[in-house]
């Protein structure tokens, strides 16, 4: 269902399959969030289909990070793929996250991101 918003581009309302993933790092911070980003930019898999949002953040001296998944499948190809190698180019050992099914996801539509 497409939702017109004076505020807000369409959004779409969906409840799918979709997973939350939060990480919470202690020890880490933004340079090193930088330089993972830039390690993934570089192979070319910072940006993922699969994971339609993204957000960092540094919260009571952690640095955290929440995804949105399709499915836990896409995030463990993408972990096992790009985000663990990049992890041990900077030595870091990233904590086991915390992964729960998503009730409810609104985004915007897929095609206003490629437009």
Not at 67 to 77: C, K, L, T
Request: one cysteine or more; proline letters at 6%.
């Amino acid at each position: 269902m497409l939702i017109k918003s004076s505020i807000f581009s369409p959004l779409k309302f969906t409840i799918m399959n979709k997973i939350v993933v939060l990480f919470e790092f202690e020890g880490m911070g933004a340079k090193e969030y930088d330089a993972i980003c830039e390690d993934l930019r570089k192979n070319d898999k910072l940006y993922n289909y699969n994971r339609p949002s993204h957000v960092a953040f540094e919260r009571d001296g952690k640095w955290c990070v929440v995804d949105v998944w399709n499915s836990e499948e896409a995030m463990r190809e993408f972990a096992d793929g790009a985000l663990l190698p990049a992890f041990q180019k900077i030595g870091i050992n990233p904590p086991q996250p915390v992964i729960l099914p998503a009730y409810s996801y609104k985004g915007v539509v897929e095609e206003l991101m490629s437009a």
